[in-house]
């Protein structure tokens, strides 16, 4: 029997490749493994959400003038943007939910090592330099920002 995809949700903070096993899932509460691999649980939550990766990737792309390491909006009513640490392709691409950040540290002597600090008090420790992280916070934000506005003045 096969397993079932997992669907992110608003407790969901982190998806992160695990070699030979898939994704390992952290939640606010939980952590779970999955077999599919991070990219795959993101392209089936955007389905399960009525869209598809390859679509929110493209409006993404239009929006932020941008091709590389887009972040995607998963479901917007509850504002579920996820941002890819790499390219989403590379087996080593983690998806952070951009509005469970609370805090991002550089580690001393490690350039390409930074801390991501939950707004639960989850710490986590990537291969992503500090640098690069934010720049990718930026991004999520971005988006996050301009699909707000559009939304908002829809309602005026």
Not at 17 to 34: A, C, M, W
Not at 62 to 91: A, G
Request: glycine share 4%.
């Amino acid at each position: 029997m096969e397993e079932k995809a997992y669907e992110i949700n608003d407790a969901t903070l982190a998806i992160i490749p695990e070699k030979k096993k898939g994704s390992l899932i952290l939640e606010e509460e939980f952590q779970y493994e999955n077999s599919k691999n991070p990219l795959e649980l993101i392209n089936y939550s955007c389905k399960y959400f009525g869209s598809t990766y390859e679509g929110r990737r493209d409006g993404a792309k239009e929006i932020l003038l941008s091709k590389y390491k887009l972040p995607i909006m998963i479901e917007d009513s509850r504002n579920l943007i996820f941002l890819p640490t790499e390219s989403p392709e590379s087996n080593d691409c983690a998806w952070l939910a951009l509005n469970k950040i609370k805090n991002v540290e550089k580690i001393d002597n490690e350039k390409d090592k930074t801390i991501v600090e939950f707004h639960n008090g989850q710490r986590l420790v990537l291969n992503i330099s500090y640098n690069s992280m934010q720049n990718q916070i930026l991004r999520a934000s971005r988006l996050d920002s301009i699909l707000r506005n559009r939304k908002n003045r829809e309602k005026l």
